[in-house]
């Protein structure tokens, strides 16, 4: 059963940095676009950035251009999310999942707070 785990999360103030990870078992990495997502409190979740499963083709939401950059390891079976210039409206609990998504795993918590 593939499993996905995302960690990195934790308290940040606004202009502040962030990498969150994404470590993939269970399957082969390099055969799967992978998305990053968030949940803000009392909204729906949305879609972050996305990359294919070789890298060569990325995408992000409007609200993060400029600021995040994904990327990934394939050797190591790892996604990653680099956030910059971090904003309260960052603030959700962020989740990665094969694409299309099919399941959800407990998230990172990244509240972004003076």
């Known amino acids: 059963q593939y499993q996905l785990v995302e960690s990195g999360g934790g308290l940040v103030q606004p202009g502040g940095s962030l990498r969150l990870s994404c470590a993939a078992s269970?399957?082969?990495?390099?055969?799967?676009?992978i998305g990053w997502f968030r949940q803000a409190p009392g909204k729906e979740r949305e879609g972050v950035s996305c990359i294919s499963s070789n890298g060569g083709s990325i995408k992000y939401a409007d609200s993060v251009k400029g600021r995040f950059t994904i990327s990934r390891d394939n050797a190591k079976k790892m996604v990653y999310l680099q956030m910059n210039s971090l904003k309260p409206a960052d603030t959700a609990v962020y989740y990665c999942?094969?694409?299309?998504?099919?399941?959800w795993g407990p998230g990172t918590q990244v509240p972004v707070s003076s």
């Open positions: 269970g399957f082969t990495l390099d055969y799967y676009a």
């Open positions: 999942d094969r694409i299309p998504p099919t399941g």
